[in-house]
Every structure is written in structure tokens, then in C-alpha cells.
């Protein structure tokens, strides 16, 4: 008896999705029976033990035969056996689709899906089917650390990985743990997983066992045991072991906590005399990690370098107290063994630090004019010069005078081209805060011009006191400072002598004092005037400086009143008038 169907166009209306399998069953047998021979469907490339396949067969023969269905291997499972003649699969087994589950205690293997139809001769059909009984097939175990954490590597045989899981239990040394997590398998049968000593309490060094638990579909497949070490934690220091004072001191931690990425529990300790820093380091998967220490206003001498792993098992105390307090304290003491620190790994090297070479400056500071001579109660100008640098960002300085009894601050005029932040001066000092956006291709900046005015016969100097310096890239500048000399004269001609200013490109300029032209004065008229002008200015007192807020602008009112009647006075306009 033959099967066929003839398309109908109601068909294309059928959910494909719904009826996949007889579907692909029913066209099976079409294509045999137009072809006249045997096909063989298996669903699945490789089957598990325990679980289930589906076997689709179809085919027609011209000659009635009898028909044997099998799956062959080391077993066997005997699908159809039909001994009376039939011409098609499904006239001779009642069907052509099985859903067959392999026993779970075959082993893995090829196996032969066999249809074997007898009609005279013997015609003969197969198709592989491979069998896999889930198995572990390979362990890798690294060294284990003390109370650290490593990856361990499972490979396994396998049908479907999805379906598989892998646990595992810790025993020896008084200790019989498992852990409740699963992990899973990749695509190539492999499954890698982190074990974390820590989450067992303190394991001891020695040795311990290892079992491994295969699970497929729910069900325990394979059961395996390796014995594995903990050791004991390893720690070691590098860095450049003779620095100078200023140079960053870099140091790379090494260990054997390999794959424990984020371990916290090891600190470095830079202690040397009057100076102790310390500082904790994580690891990265290679077991390392970097401390930097600055060693800036540091003094030179030799100093130590201590580098101790904890375990993460201090008890009684917080581990930045010990740390600061007990980094080099012998794990042996029975203090130690209080704050359970007898299982720490200590190590120590020596640092020498030497003193650094002077720093050599480049840039200077100056006046221009260095020396200024004035009168008493005249002033004169100087200008503040920097050399040495190709570029300037800002600048804070601060100027004084060393006597602000013979010479007193009267001014003070930052350049153009720059920004103030701030500025101010009184009697004895100024300061003055500058961005600068200029540039000179002759390296010499103008930073400020000071206006000194004379207040007493002496001699005195104009000094910078502090000045913090910025290049255009940002880096500190550290200048040599030169003062600038100041004469003053109160010779009571009444006449100042010539003095030099300074424009802002730091050339002199003299200043002449010119006086007042008249062709109708009369001579004699005049020299009245110079006398009298000249006893005035020795009778009118110097203002009094009252700390750092001035002169007496009451007396000076006063004295300047009196000045101008006696000018008013003696005026040559006066005496014109007169005649």
C-alpha cells in the first residue's frame, strides 16, 4: 500500500509552524516514493544518554519485503521488525516517525540507525547517530594562595551544553565545604569558574580535595575528585632604591595571588625619621600593583619601605590604625596573635634619599634703574625686570623697602598687556597679582613699575621679598632676586636733581624740572620770591606717618594753606601791581 497526496490549494492556508514535523515526514515519503529508496531522519547530531531523539524513516519498495528498523551499536533497540512483505515503511511498521530515549547507561559511541529490507536479497540503509554519555574529561587546578581566590577549569563530553552544570566541594584539614552556586558550560564543553578560599573561613595551608560534581538535565552524571595546595602568600618590592629628594618614589608590588583581581589586603609603609605614609594596593589578574610616595620636602637619609599582606584576617582593629601603628610587627609575637596578625607576610627594603642638586635657576629678577638718587620729598620711578624665560602666565610678587624712614613706596603701575588680579602698596610694602599675555622675543618682561618718594636723608635698599612665578606652560619658575639702592639727599637747595624714570620697554627717560618763564619779572622780584620760598619749605613739618594709613592730611591742608599765602605774597603779579 503506497501513500501519496495531490496538492490542494487549501494547503497553503495550513500554520506551517504548527504541524513542522509531520510535515517534513509526509514529504520524506513522497520524495522515497518517487525515488524508490530509503531516507533516514535523525533530529538531533549527537543525543545524550537518558534523553530523547526523533528517528523519521520513510521509503516504498518495488518488491514486497520484510523490513528491520534498528539502533545498533555496543546495544541495541530494535525500532520495527516486520517479517510479513510490505512494499513502503509505514504498510510494514504502522508508521514512520519514533521518538526513542537512549538508555542512560550506554556508553558514548557511534550508533547506526539501520532499516534492512529483505526481498530476495538484502537491501541495507543507515544513518549515524552519535551517542554521548556526559562525562568530565579534563580539570585544571592552579596553586591556591592563602585565603585567595583562583579560576578553575573544567572540560567536559558533552551533547547539548545548555544542558549541563558543574558544582563543586572543598574537603581536608578539617573542613568539608560545597558551595551551593552551579556553573555553566560553553558551546565548546568548557566551563570556567572562580573559587573564593575566603568564603570558607580561613582555610590553613596544606592540602585539600577538590570534588567536582557533572550534572545533565538535573540529573548527577559524573563525580570526580582532585587534591589541590594552599600556600603560603608570597610578596616582593621593586623600585629604584637610591633617589633624590623632589623624585617621585614608584614602587611595583609583585605576588603569587594570581586571578584574585581587587585583593585589598596587602599596604606599602614609606617610614623613615620624623616621616611615616602608608599606603593599601589592589591587584590586578596578574597578581601586581603600583604604590607612588612624593618625596618632596622630604629630608635625606635612609628610609624604609615595608610591604605586608594581611590575609584579610585582622580582628580587634581597623586595618588604617594598624597600618600606621604596627607595620612592621613580627607575625611571631603574641600580640600579633591577638589582632590575628601572626599569618601576615612581612617584607622590608632600604631607600636611600640624597639630597638634590641646588636647583639652577634660569630666570632673574632686577630694577632698572638699580641705583636712584633723589631729594627729600621728591620721587623717582623704577621698573621691575624679569630675563631668562621665553614665556610668562602669572606672576605674585611682593616688594619692600628696608627703610621706610629715608624712602617710602608712592606708586605702584602694572604694565599694559597684562590683567590685575590684585594690587596695593603703603609706605613700606606693595603686592601685586598679574595674569600676563604678552610674549617677548628678547626674553625680558617688565612686571611692574614702583614710584619711590624720598622722606628722610640716608640710604636705604628696595628689595623683593617673595615672587611666585608661572612659565607659559605652567611650570614654576624659581628667580635669583636683586635690589635696587636708594640715596637720599636733603641738601636744602630746594631743587631736585635729575632723575631717571623707566618707560615700559625699559629704557631711561631724564625728568627735567622746568621753571615758569616770565619776561615782565623783575630780577630782584624774583630772587625775593626763591628766599622766601625756600624758608617756608624748611619750616613746614614732614608729615607724620601714623602706622600704615598715611599722612596727616589735617597738616599737610595746613602747611600747604600757609605755602600758598606766603606765594601769593611775594608773587612779582604783587608787586606789578604796587608800581
Known amino acids: 500500500m503506497s501513500v501519496s497526496l495531490s496538492p490542494r490549494k487549501g494547503f497553503t492556508k495550513i500554520p506551517f509552524h504548527n504541524l513542522l514535523l509531520p ?31 526523533r528517528i523519521d524513516i520513510s521509503g516504498t519498495f518495488e518488491k514486497s519485503g520484510e523490513i528491520e528498523i534498528l539502533i545498533a551499536g555496543k546495544d541495541v533497540i530494535w525500532l520495527c521488525k516486520n517479517e510479513s512483505p510490505s512494499k513502503s515503511i509505514l504498510e510494514g511498521c504502522g508508521k514512520t516517525s519514533w521518538l ?25 540503509f543507515s544513518k549515524v547517530l552519535k551517542i554521548v554519555k556526559p562525562r568530565i574529561t579534563k580539570i585544571e587546578i592552579p596553586e591556591f594562595v592563602y585565603q585567595g581566590k583562583n579560576k578553575i577549569k573544567v ?8 544542558k549541563a552544570k558543574i558544582g563543586y566541594r572543598i574537603m581536608g584539614n578539617n573542613v ?8 555553566d558550560f ?15 573561613g580561613v582555610l590553613k595551608t596544606g592540602l585539600y580535595l577538590l570534588e567536582l560534581k557533572l550534572y545533565y538535565n538535573g540529573t548527577l552524571f559524573d563525580l570526580r575528585s582532585a587534591t589541590f595546595e594552599i600556600v603560603d602568600p608570597k610578596i616582593s618590592l621593586s623600585f629604584k632604591e637610591e633617589i633624590t629628594v623632589g623624585e617621585t618614589l614608584r614602587i611595583e608590588i609583585s605576588t603569587n595571588r594570581k586571578n584574585d583581581t581587587g585583593y585589598s589586603g596587602i ?21 601586581k600593583a603600583k604604590a607612588v610616595f612624593e618625596t618632596a620636602g622630604l629630608s635625606e637619609g635612609e628610609y624604609r619601605v615595608y610591604a605586608r599582606d594581611t590575609g584579610l584576617t585582622l580582628k580587634n582593629i581597623d586595618p588604617k590604625i594598624f597600618a600606621k601603628t604596627h607595620y612592621d610587627l613580627d607575625p611571631s609575637s603574641s600580640y600579633a596573635k591577638l589582632l590575628q596578625a601572626d599569618d601576615d607576610v612581612v617584607i622590608s627594603k632600604t631607600l636611600r634619599m640624597l639630597k638634590g642638586n641646588a636647583t639652577k635657576t634660569s630666570v632673574s629678577i632686577y630694577f632698572e634703574p638699580e641705583k636712584i638718587e633723589m631729594q627729600c620729598n621728591s620721587a623717582a620711578k623704577t621698573g621691575i625686570f624679569l630675563i631668562g624665560s621665553k614665556g610668562l602666565s602669572s606672576y605674585d610678587m611682593k616688594v619692600s623697602v628696608e627703610n621706610e624712614g629715608v624712602a ?84 636744602g637747595s630746594g631743587e631736585a636733581e635729575k632723575q631717571p624714570t623707566i618707560s615700559e620697554n625699559g629704557t631711561q627717560a631724564d625728568q627735567k624740572i622746568e621753571e615758569p618763564k616770565s619776561g615782565e619779572i623783575h630780577e630782584n622780584a624774583k630772587e625775593e620770591r626763591k628766599a622766601e620760598t625756600e624758608k617756608i619749605l624748611r619750616e613746614i613739618p614732614r608729615p607724620k606717618k601714623v602706622q600704615m594709613r598715611g599722612y596727616d592730611f589735617l597738616a599737610i591742608l595746613i602747611g600747604a594753606a600757609a605755602f600758598i599765602a606766603v606765594i601769593m605774597k611775594a608773587s612779582p603779579f604783587r608787586v606789578m601791581k604796587r608800581a
Open 100 to 124: 526513542v530515549k537512549i538508555p542512560k547507561e550506554w556508553e558514548s559511541g557511534e550508533y547506526l540507525v539501520k532499516v534492512n529490507i529483505h526481498s530476495g536479497s538484502t537491501s541495507e
Open 408 to 491: 617710602e613706596i608712592n606708586g605702584l603701575t602694572i604694565p599694559n598687556g597684562t590683567h590685575e588680579d590684585y594690587r596695593y602698596f603703603y609706605a613700606k610694602n606693595a603686592r601685586f597679582k598679574v595674569f600676563n599675555f604678552r610674549s617677548d622675543e628678547f626674553k625680558k618682561f617688565q612686571l611692574a613699575e614702583i614710584e619711590i618718594k624720598g622722606v628722610s636723608e640716608g640710604e636705604t635698599s628696595l628689595k623683593i621679598e617673595s615672587a611666585k612665578i608661572n612659565d607659559e606652560s605652567g611650570n614654576e619658575l624659581h628667580p635669583v632676586f636683586f635690589d635696587a639702592k636708594i640715596i637720599v639727599k636733603c641738601n
Open 186 to 200: 560553553n558551546k565548546d564543553g568548557v566551563s570556567e569558574f572562580y573559587v573564593d578560599l575566603r568564603s570558607f
Open 155 to 162: 572540560s567536559a563530553e558533552l551533547a547539548e551544553y545548555s
Open 267 to 287: 599596604f606599602v609603609a614609606l617610614v623613615g625619621k620624623n616621616y611615616k605614609a602608608t599606603k593599601f594596593v589592589e591587584l590586578d589578574e596578574d597578581g
Open 23 to 53: 510535515l517534513v515526514a509526509i514529504l520524506i515519503a513522497n520524495i522515497a516514493s518517487a525515488a524508490e529508496e530509503v531516507v533516514i531522519f535523525v533530529h538531533k547530531e549527537a543525543v545524550s544518554v537518558d534523553d530523547f531523539v
Open 176 to 183: 568539608d565545604e560545597k558551595d551551593e552556586e552551579f556553573f
